[in-house]
């Protein structure tokens, strides 16, 4: 029976004109209607019509017997297999098909919800989302309509809790799978690579759980940054094929294609002379930007959110004339130059073309992200002043920052608004988070670049800076100078260039850091001439935060029950309010209370050593006898000099060569051992391709773990090992396995920092420098549950200034460290491998200050040695007084936070 044409409630969107070559016209395809709107709908649709929709409207599965069901259907439909040949792939992908069902249900609810009752909507534009395992994290957050039975359940023991896990967990057990087999089938999405995106991850995570009415809007990259091998010790990156058995988290919008233009030229027609009035950018190349959503559920409600990833596509895929005529190789030319955009997160800009395609990339997903935001807009006919009263844009990082930009060019060119009109509403609608403190850090891009790629968006740029000149020149009359330090564009001695922070700082009417010491280095150093100019009103903080649903109850399942029981919180309440855990501090001194706090520990531990086993061709690195006395250090994050990986390996190095050097002076193994407790130094992250300081340390790493774990003079007294590939599957189970975690970036470098929230989440206790969010989890947990050294912020340019003029030399413990490298101790094939890492301190200044903070990070290291081994009780109290107390870091309160002092965005919860 046909319905006949109607409009659907259901999808919007396409291209809105009607000259765009090679694209359908579609429209009214996602969102949903406004209020006014519905009733007028409903009336377009035949009663008969509706009458056989709501007699066979599709249901959620709430039972066992249900989910069981679904599951079969979908091995026999979707992927068309059967009883015989349902692997654990197979498996897992009914899996993920049967639970999306579930939220996709909810997210279409969700969705009408926010349509009907038209709140502030907030978009959060990141680069990143580093998503991780979704079937899990699923499973975690979904709530089914009904109390849920497992099979053979009666009403007298109905389960409770994470009814939704458990209930499939054992449903999967009748049908012949474990649960923990299938999870591990499923690739971590390859949508990231660092702090960054995981952050991002968080933040869609709590706002689907508070209910605000919010969308995320990335890039679905086909290969991800790169999958990591380490070859003869060195990073080797090929690409990662996460989209090889399809995703079955995302639904494809293939009808929905938004045209995208690139280079061109500007024709202004009768306003030559204007940039200010509207012109018509005519592009000359065109690319199509295809939208996969992913839904994103809450916790404890039915609210499923989406995350929008946008894939390039050419609007010609196949050129069939040159194929005819023999030119293979040009006939898909267009196709494969449209998706390079969106194959690899950060194409290695170490040269033009890779530079190019990062601007290019950024600005086909800041194009695509505000066509659809405005179309959405469009469709409730109210006047464009009402646009920062419905629209909430963040946009993290600079990345994002031509989302400012385009906006200005849609407003002026497209929809005819008066220049200040149009910027009075991007600035009230856009906000800004920054993450870096470091000047070099900023992203810039050269005019030529800029001009040729987007020519109308450079004219629009010269124009904002233009006016906000001339308003700094009327506050501040004569002063050149800071119009120079304070210009969009940077008049450098090789190629002028366009000073992205900058641009985002202009165009937003918020301006956050992700730390409180970060947020204050900002105001008094990168970007002081704007709290000059703005006032400090502008500028405010917002420190990071985490989820506890991945980071605590899916990556420590038995720490989390262990959480829930102790407190009396059977349906993990605390998972929403984290200040509950705060009860656990009255249990830091209990032996019994103690012990299953360190059970715990040890299990992770061992998990970790048979990953680890796993991943070493099937090797221990540490018996499983000692496991329990050995401490886990780890350090797992981006390789980057300023994280000072490099003083994490020189302290392992100087370990290893005392221990050798008590060893030859007659010292017996039980000697060494009181000095030198069982150590296991493990590290884990990816260099940018380019970076070659990053690649080398992690050579050094390899290199060092080849012969310290080779010494059979030291036995197993010290282990090292480098983690290939770290991502966030990884991260799940690194993580609660440590006793001490590194985060010993140069004070003043690190914006914030997430992992180390993560690990003391976990009970692993810091070592660190006061630096980023170091500073107020020591606040929040006590000083004497953290190990701090090193120099503070306030010292770094003093002791740069000195290293550069007056070379005082390093302290003998790291100049001992050094001579064993540069003597061949751990490259005796090339004794010159690692002399950039030798020189950058000894002759170039050690910007990154690893000599004036070595020798009090080799005290500390002591200190903790002394702690873990000799007083194991007072150890675990810290571990314990840590978790009880880092309830400040949760993602739940950042969103709070944020839509209270920057989006002014309420939730809108199910009835």
Same mark, same amino acid.
């Given at each position: ?39 007028? /709908? ?31 259907? #979908? ?8 009883? &015989? ?37 907030? &978009? ?7 998503? %991780? ?5 699923? +499973? ?65 995570? $709590? ?10 809007? %990335? ?28 995703? @079955? ?45 992913? @839904? ?6 039915? =609210? ?35 998706? !390079? ?15 190019? +395609? ?43 920052? +031509? ?6 060019? /849609? ?8 220049? #200040? ?6 600035? !009230? ?17 050269? /005019? ?29 009359? #004569? ?13 450098? *001695? ?18 956050? %850091? ?10 008094? =150093? ?37 959480? $829930? ?68 250090? /780890? ?27 008590? +060893?030859? !002076? ?79 970036? =140069? ?15 976990? %009970? ?36 740069? &200034? ?29 004794? $010159? ?45 810290? !571990? ?10 949760? *993602? ?20």
């Amino acid at each position: 029976m046909s319905f006949g044409r109607r409009p659907s409630l259901s999808n919007d969107l396409i291209s809105e004109d009607p000259n765009a070559p090679h694209v359908p016209r579609l429209t009214r395809r996602l969102t949903g209607f406004l209020p006014q709107e519905i009733k007028a /709908i409903e009336t377009t649709i035949p009663a008969q019509s509706r009458e056989i929709w709501n007699k066979h409207k599709v249901q959620k599965f709430n039972t066992a017997d249900e989910f069981q069901e679904r599951f079969i259907s #979908h091995v026999e439909w979707t992927l068309a297999r059967s009883l &015989y040949n349902c692997d654990d792939l197979a498996a897992y992908q009914a899996t993920s098909q049967s639970v999306r069902d579930n939220l996709v249900i909810d997210w279409n609810k969700t969705q009408q919800r926010q349509t009907a009752r038209d709140p502030k909507r907030v &978009y959060y534009l990141s680069l990143e989302f580093l998503m %991780g395992r979704a079937l899990d994290n699923a +499973l975690i957050n979904m709530r089914t309509d009904t109390d849920v039975r497992d099979v053979g359940d009666t009403d007298e023991t109905l389960t409770k809790g994470n009814t939704s896990r458990e209930m499939i967990k054992n449903a999967m057990n009748e049908l012949g799978f474990k649960l923990e087999d299938i999870l591990d089938e499923e690739p971590d999405a390859a949508l990231g690579n660092g702090g960054l995106g995981r952050l991002a991850a968080c933040f869609v995570d $709590s706002m689907a759980t508070g209910n605000y009415p919010a969308w995320g809007y %990335g890039l679905r990259y086909q290969y991800g940054i790169f999958a990591q091998k380490i070859i003869n010790g060195y990073q080797v990156e090929t690409p990662d094929y996460w989209l090889n058995f399809t995703n @079955p988290w995302e639904i494809e919008r293939a009808e929905i294609q938004v045209p995208i233009n690139f280079y061109g030229y500007v024709d202004r027609g009768q306003n030559e002379k204007s940039t200010l009035e509207p012109s018509d950018w005519i592009g000359g190349e065109r690319v199509l930007a295809v939208p996969y959503d992913m @839904p994103i559920p809450g916790f404890k409600t039915s =609210t499923v959110n989406n995350l929008r990833l946008w894939s390039a596509k050419p609007t010609t895929e196949f050129d069939f004339k040159k194929f005819n005529n023999g030119d293979y190789k040009n006939s898909v030319e267009e196709q494969q130059r449209a998706e !390079s955009i969106t194959a690899v997160l950060y194409p290695n800009d170490n040269f033009l073309q890779g530079k190019e +395609l990062r601007l290019k990339q950024q600005y086909f997903w800041c194009a695509a992200s505000l066509h659809d935001i405005v179309r959405r807009f469009k469709k409730g006919k109210r006047a464009w002043s009402e646009f920062p009263d419905a629209i909430a844009i963040q946009i993290n990082d600079t990345h994002p920052t +031509l989302a400012i930009v385009e906006l200005q060019r /849609i407003l002026v060119d497209l929809e005819k608004l008066d220049w #200040h009109e149009a910027w009075k509403i991007v600035t !009230s609608t856009f906000a800004f988070t920054n993450h870096t403190v470091m000047q070099e850090a900023l992203e810039k891009w050269p /005019i030529s670049l800029l001009g040729r790629l987007l020519p109308r968006h450079l004219e629009i740029i010269y124009d904002i800076n233009w006016f906000f000149l001339q308003d700094v020149e009327k506050k501040f009359p #004569h002063d050149m100078d800071l119009l120079s330090r304070v210009s969009v564009i940077e008049e450098s *001695s090789q190629e002028r260039q366009v000073r992205m922070a900058y641009l985002a700082i202009i165009g937003s009417h918020k301006v956050n %850091g992700v730390a409180e010491l970060h947020s204050d280095l900002i105001k008094t =150093t990168i970007f002081k001439d704007f709290v000059k100019i703005y006032g400090s009103n502008k500028f405010t903080n917002v420190t990071n935060g985490i989820t506890p649903r991945r980071w605590l109850k899916q990556a420590n399942p038995k720490l989390a029950q262990l959480i $829930s029981e102790t407190i009396n919180d059977p349906e993990d309440n605390y998972l929403l309010d984290m200040s509950k855990l705060t009860q656990l501090s009255k249990y830091a001194e209990d032996e019994k209370f103690q012990k299953k706090w360190n059970d715990v520990k040890q299990f992770n531990k061992q998990r970790l050593a048979d990953l680890i086993k796993k991943l070493n061709n099937g090797v221990d690195i540490i018996e499983r006898d000692h496991i329990r006395n050995t401490l886990f250090d /780890i350090q797992v994050k981006r390789i980057h000099e300023y994280k000072r990986q490099q003083m994490n390996i020189f302290g392992v190095i100087h370990r290893y060569l005392t221990m050798k050097e008590l +060893l030859q !002076s007659g010292a017996s193994i039980e000697e060494v051992v009181k000095k030198y407790p069982r150590k296991v130094s493990i590290f884990g992250g990816k260099s940018a391709p380019g970076y070659y300081m990053a690649k080398l340390i992690i050579k050094l790493i390899n290199s060092v773990a080849d012969v310290v774990n080779n010494d059979k003079e030291i036995q197993d007294l010290l282990k090292v090992y480098f983690i290939p590939d770290y991502n966030v599957s990884k991260a799940e189970i690194i993580t609660p396995a440590s006793d001490l975690s590194e985060h010993i970036s =140069t004070a003043g470098t690190e914006a914030s920092g997430t992992s180390n929230m993560k690990f003391v989440m976990n %009970g692993g206790l810091i070592i660190g420098t006061v630096d980023g969010a170091n500073v107020e989890i020591t606040r929040e947990i006590g000083e004497d549950n953290i190990f701090l050294f090193g120099n503070l912020a306030e010292n770094v340019d003093e002791l740069r &200034y000195k290293h550069q003029f007056h070379n005082e030399g390093v302290p003998a413990s790291l100049a001992k460290v050094l001579d064993a490298m540069q003597n061949g101790a751990f490259s005796p094939q090339n004794h $010159s491998e690692f002399m950039p890492l030798i020189d950058s301190i000894k002759s170039h200044g050690d910007y990154y200050l690893v000599s004036d903070d070595f020798e009090a990070y080799i005290s500390t290291q002591e200190l903790v040695d002394q702690v873990y081994h000799k007083d194991k009780k007072e150890w675990l109290k810290k !571990s314990i007084l840590s978790v009880a107390n880092i309830g400040f870091f949760s *993602s739940d309160r950042c969103i709070e936070e944020y839509a209270d002092t920057i989006w002014n965005a309420e939730p809108v919860k199910p009835e």
